[in-house]
């Protein structure tokens, strides 16, 4: 069963606007953690962002951050002011049962065009 | 620190050869993963090892698919025979186990069956 729902396969935004990336999760396990990652076209995969299950506040790297809705079971990625350089395909992942040895599983992805 | 190495970073072969695809995880990482890449089905994962033993291989497509990780700091995966299904790019990745669990990718092996 599909675990990761990312609902929006392209999204444009303008330079310097703010953009919101969804994910949805589904998992019966209280500790789990969530994580995005940025692939540009040159085709490696990088890490943005972690979210675990306990944790009070929403993550933040710069103009990364993650609206975390744990009732909702949603962990969206909210990117500030848009460059041109985050135009790239954006995963969402999940690990279950942090403390075991479980594997991330990925959502199908979003792909971001920043408009100049 | 010199990150997740996989090579080759291109690989083109014609259909029936032998095919291995290697990995050095970031040292210090005790899991590994092997995922493949294609537009129809995503980012999938084939196998991961923690503590260079297989934990899941459920994900590998079929017996034509092996991956061994013989110590902590190499891993293959060998297609034999290769299809042209089995063009993809192929990531490895590897993280150590404690509480922040990021994953670390490498930056793939594209690969091409004719």
């Known amino acids: 069963a599909q675990k990761i729902t990312q609902t929006q396969p392209g999204m444009f935004v303008q330079e310097k606007e703010a953009v919101t990336l969804d994910c949805t999760y589904d998992?019966?396990?209280?500790?789990?953690?969530l994580f995005w990652y940025k692939q540009p076209s040159s085709g490696e995969m990088i890490f943005l962002i972690y979210?675990?299950?306990?944790?009070?506040q929403n993550a933040t790297e710069g103009r990364y951050s993650l609206n975390f809705q744990k009732a909702r079971k949603s962990a969206n990625l909210v990117i500030s002011a848009s460059q041109l350089g985050d135009s790239a395909m954006y995963f969402c992942?999940?690990?279950?049962?942090?403390?075991?040895?479980?594997?991330?599983?990925f959502g199908a992805g979003t792909r971001l065009t920043v408009k100049p | 620190d010199a990150g997740v190495i996989q090579s080759p970073r291109h690989e083109v072969t014609e259909m029936g050869q032998e095919v291995t695809l290697r990995c050095k995880p970031i040292?210090?990482?005790?899991?590994l993963f092997w995922y493949r890449q294609t537009m129809m089905r995503g980012l999938e994962l084939l196998i991961y090892?923690?503590?260079?033993?297989?934990?899941?291989d459920s994900g590998m497509p079929e017996d034509r698919f092996s991956a061994k990780m013989p110590n902590a700091s190499f891993s293959t995966l060998k297609i034999q025979p290769s299809e042209p299904r089995d063009s993809a790019v192929y990531f490895c990745?590897?993280?150590?186990?404690?509480?922040?669990?990021?994953?670390?990718f490498g930056p793939g092996t594209r690969l091409t069956v004719l």
């Open positions: 990745a590897s993280r150590f186990e404690d509480y922040y669990n990021e994953q670390f």
């Open positions: 979210q675990g299950s306990y944790d009070q």
């Open positions: 040292s210090g990482h005790n899991s």
């Open positions: 090892f923690n503590n260079n033993v297989p934990i899941d």
């Open positions: 998992t019966s396990d209280p500790s789990y953690g």
């Open positions: 992942a999940m690990r279950e049962g942090m403390y075991n040895n479980n594997d991330m599983r």
